[in-house]
T-cell receptor, first 114, second 109 residues
Framework: DTAVSQTPKYLVTQMGNDKSIKCEQN?????MYWYKQDSKKFLKIMFS???????INETVPNRFSPKSPDKAHLNLHINSLELGDSAVYFC?????????????FGPGTRLLVL | GQNIDQPTEMTATEGAIVQINCTYQ??????LFWYQQHAGEAPTFLSY??LDGLEEKGRFSSFLSRSKGYSYLLLKELQMKDSASYLC??????????WGAGTKLIIKP
């Protein structure tokens, strides 16, 4: 009964491929996020959805496309993978989109692009 | 620009006390979070401060001074399992979380 789950946990792929990462939360939260954590450990917000609607869309290449089929799921599709996409991608969720909402993180997906 | 500063790395001894500082410059302020992240794992929530002062939670305490743009996380009675990175994050006026790079805490016996 994991609160926020991501699949796959590890992803090794070739440059130019297209891949997807899936995220699901069973906390009943309204808001979900995708973060990228690079080798320097900076956590950078990529996207945020509130009740299936996009509310944060940081400056990321349009090769990255999030999809939220329902408020419990937020998937990330990446087209034409590049070496610089190698990082750990974390999904997170929170009850709401503002105020003192604690974010709960998934275990992360370690993406390595060769 | 928006900026969160934390020391990159700190070392402390088991059983001792350590204070991890965080200074921030953000467009607005709507709360400050501390998260713990063990190597290879996801960040987990430790504390949240929105008003000035000290919040105590067991061995961990977090302090905030909004006028100084400053917070610290105080860890007492250090245990080996406290070896981790500690991330400071500030919610700005747009309710976006701005993250620091984290402080890697090394605990020695």
């Amino acid at each position: 009964d994991t609160a926020v789950s991501q699949t796959p946990k590890y992803l090794v792929t070739q440059m130019g491929n297209d891949k997807s990462i899936k995220c699901e939360q069973n906390l009943g939260h309204d808001t979900m996020y995708w973060y990228k954590q690079d080798s320097k450990k900076f956590l950078k917000i990529m996207f945020s959805y509130n009740n299936k609607e996009l509310i944060i869309n940081e400056t990321v290449p349009n090769r990255f496309s999030p999809k939220s089929p329902d408020k419990a799921h937020l998937n990330l599709h990446i087209n034409s993978l590049e070496l610089g996409d190698s990082a750990v991608y974390f999904c997170a969720s929170s009850q709401g989109a503002g105020g003192g909402e604690t974010q709960y993180f998934g275990p992360g997906t370690r993406l390595l692009v060769l | 620009g928006q900026n969160i500063d934390q020391p990159t790395e700190m070392t402390a001894t088991e059983g001792a006390i350590v204070q991890i500082n965080c200074t921030y410059q953000t467009s607005g302020f709507n709360g400050l979070f501390w998260y713990q992240q063990h190597a290879g794992e996801a960040p987990t929530f430790l504390s949240y401060n929105v008003l000035d002062g000290l919040e105590e939670k067991g061995r961990f305490s977090s302090f905030l001074s909004r006028s100084k743009g400053y917070s610290y996380l105080l860890l007492k009675e250090l245990q080996m399992k406290d070896s981790a990175s500690y991330l400071c994050a500030v919610r700005d006026s747009n309710y976006q979380l701005i993250w620091g790079a984290g402080t890697k805490l090394i605990i020695k016996p």
